[in-house]
T-cell receptor, first 113, second 112 residues
Framework: QQQVKQSPQSLIVQKGGISIINCAYE??????FPWYQQFPGKGPALLIA?????SEKKEGRFTISFNKSAKQFSLHIMDSQPGDSATYFC????????????FGGGTRVLVKP | DGGITQSPKYLFRKEGQNVTLSCEQN?????MYWYRQDPGQGLRLIYY???????QKGDIAEGYSVSREKKESFPLTVTSAQKNPTAFYLC???????????FGQGTRLTVV
């Protein structure tokens, strides 16, 4: 049972373009939605996160959009740079269940110079 | 430096052997987690522990075992019962009540 579905699996964008990754969840008890960035051979690192009481959060070139009624959230990477080439994972957790993270399948992003 | 240390970085195991992956953290975090990552797949939770001497099964616990005798340490044993153990294993920790998980650099296990 995949509780968090992520798309696309991979994406290629030109330098300066916008990368958009989408996630959908099933469990309405989720109350925290982070995005993690992972470089090859490394562990994931928290990039940005949002709670369901807001519809958008922006940190630098990274923006999360959240649609509670549709149970969907997305990551937008503005002005994509070659250094953004990595795998991105969306996740969700529920405080009542001990904040265990449930991850999406990941999106491999390649930014071409 | 505060963080999570996983060792070894690469590990090779013969079929039928048990192997233990190390995870140590000096962040004074209460919760620790083990995830498995396969190519093209997300991270799947193997086991987690909220406090010392207590742990719970995650989504794919079969063929794995853990212990949590110290707050700083959460070793994972991959037993011979795990049918497809070749994968990248990630350990993580988080503070009490915190939603942010910090990950180690991972151990890549290959069965030969």
């Amino acid at each position: 049972q995949q509780q968090v579905k992520q798309s696309p699996q991979s994406l290629i964008v030109q330098k300066g373009g916008i990368s958009i990754i989408n996630c959908a969840y099933e469990n309405t008890a989720f109350d925290y939605f982070p995005w993690y960035q992972q470089f090859p051979g490394k562990g994931p690192a928290l990039l940005i996160a949002i709670r369901p009481d807001v519809s958008e959060k922006k940190e630098g070139r990274f923006t999360i959009s959240f649609n509670k009624s549709a149970k969907q959230f997305s990551l937008h990477i503005m002005d994509s740079q070659p250094g953004d080439s990595a795998t991105y994972f969306c996740a969700a957790s529920n405080k009542a269940a001990g904040n265990k993270l449930t991850f999406g399948g990941g999106t491999r992003v390649l930014v071409k110079p | 430096d505060g963080g999570i240390t996983q060792s070894p970085k690469y590990l090779f195991r013969k079929e039928g052997q048990n192997v233990t992956l190390s995870c140590e953290q000096n962040l004074n975090h209460d919760a620790m987690y083990w995830y498995r990552q396969d190519p093209g797949q997300g991270l799947r939770l193997i086991y987690y522990s909220q406090i010392v001497n207590d742990f719970q099964k995650g989504d794919i616990a079969e063929g794995y075992s853990v212990s949590r005798e110290k707050k700083e340490s959460f070793p994972l044993t991959v037993t011979s019962a795990q049918k497809n153990p070749t994968a990248f294993y990630l350990c993580a920790s988080s503070g009490r009540g915190s939603t942010e998980a910090f990950f180690g650099q991972g151990t890549r296990l290959t069965v030969v």
